[in-house]
């Protein structure tokens, strides 16, 4: 009797609800056909584009405005490491050769004062480069960062000497010069801890007649303290 009375309670009793499995949603656009895939080098690893990008790079012709030597290089190569060989032609063209009838006296110039100079041409479109002065052996002069191979001068075929100052400045951990007598105009490139700028309108031969660049002291050392290698590259 009593499994009676719990079948019938059971029958009459309410059910739940179905439970139900949502449907996966339709996109709300149609898949992307092949053609409309991106090209395969968005899918290279990072390092790989990259590297792959300043290969690309095109050569420089650069040439040393009082030797008259000139060279077309291509400072990375292709796996996108700076090319010693290239680098080492720029240590020939930006040597000393300020002594008459003695051969030229080649210094390592530092690797990433070569990667800036290069930077900049790249930056503007700049195929030619004037060296103006890299190297300076000290001797009576300690020759500042020159007689370290730690700074260039140097002029962008095609574009303006402040201009191109105005953009150096913008980059960590280097001392820009801004050459403006007339028969200067050039641009001084140096690497440091420190960036320091200054400009400069008195004329060659002079040894010092620069007034510091106007310069926000705080700003300096913020964009020198995130200083990274990748800064040395170009964009």
Same mark, same amino acid.
């Given at each position: 009797?009593?499994?009676?009375?719990?079948?019938?309670?059971? $029958?009459?009793?309410?059910?739940?609800?179905?439970?139900?499995?949502?449907?996966?949603?339709?996109? #709300?656009?149609?898949?992307?056909?092949?053609?409309?895939?991106?090209?395969?080098?968005?899918?290279?690893?990072?390092?790989?584009?990259?590297?792959?990008?300043?290969?690309? =790079?095109?050569?420089?012709?650069?040439?040393?405005?009082?030797?008259?030597?000139?060279?077309?290089?291509?400072?990375?190569?292709?796996?996108?490491?700076?090319?010693?060989?290239?680098? %080492?032609?720029?240590?020939? =063209?930006?040597?000393?050769?300020?002594?008459?009838?003695?051969?030229?006296?080649? $210094?390592?110039?530092?690797?990433?004062? =070569?990667?800036?100079?290069? &930077? %900049?041409?790249?930056?503007?479109?700049?195929?030619?480069?004037?060296?103006?002065?890299?190297?300076?052996?000290?001797?009576?002069?300690?020759?500042?960062?020159?007689? *370290?191979? *730690?700074?260039?001068?140097?002029? =962008? @075929?095609?574009?303006?000497?402040?201009?191109?100052?105005?953009?150096?400045?913008?980059?960590?951990?280097?001392?820009?010069?801004?050459?403006?007598?007339?028969?200067? &105009?050039? @641009?001084?490139?140096?690497?440091?801890?420190? #960036?320091?700028?200054?400009?400069?309108?008195?004329?060659?031969?002079?040894?010092?007649? %620069?007034?510091?660049?106007?310069?926000?002291?705080? $700003?300096?050392?913020?964009?020198?303290? $995130?200083?990274?290698?990748?800064?040395?590259?170009?964009?």
């Amino acid at each position: 009797m009593l499994v009676l009375l719990f079948a019938s309670l059971l $029958a009459f009793a309410p059910r739940p609800p179905p439970h139900t499995i949502p449907l996966l949603s339709s996109p #709300s656009e149609p898949p992307r056909s092949l053609p409309d895939l991106d090209p395969p080098s968005s899918l290279l690893p990072l390092h790989f584009a990259a590297a792959s990008s300043l290969a690309s =790079l095109p050569p420089l012709r650069l040439w040393n405005v009082h030797t008259r030597a000139e060279a077309t290089l291509r400072l990375y190569g292709a796996d996108g490491a700076l090319d010693e060989d290239a680098a %080492a032609g720029l240590d020939r =063209l930006l040597s000393d050769a300020r002594r008459a009838g003695k051969p030229p006296e080649v $210094a390592r110039m530092d690797r990433r004062l =070569l990667r800036l100079l290069f &930077r %900049a041409a790249y930056h503007f479109g700049a195929r030619e480069v004037e060296l103006v002065s890299g190297y300076r052996r000290p001797w009576r002069r300690a020759e500042g960062l020159h007689g *370290k191979a *730690k700074a260039v001068d140097f002029r =962008l @075929v095609g574009v303006d000497a402040p201009e191109v100052a105005a953009y150096l400045r913008t980059l960590p951990r280097v001392g820009v010069g801004l050459y403006t007598h007339p028969r200067t &105009r050039w @641009v001084h490139l140096d690497v440091r801890e420190r #960036s320091y700028h200054w400009v400069d309108g008195t004329p060659p031969g002079r040894l010092w007649g %620069a007034a510091q660049w106007p310069m926000d002291y705080r $700003a300096l050392e913020e964009r020198d303290a $995130a200083y990274q290698e990748g800064d040395d590259l170009p964009e």
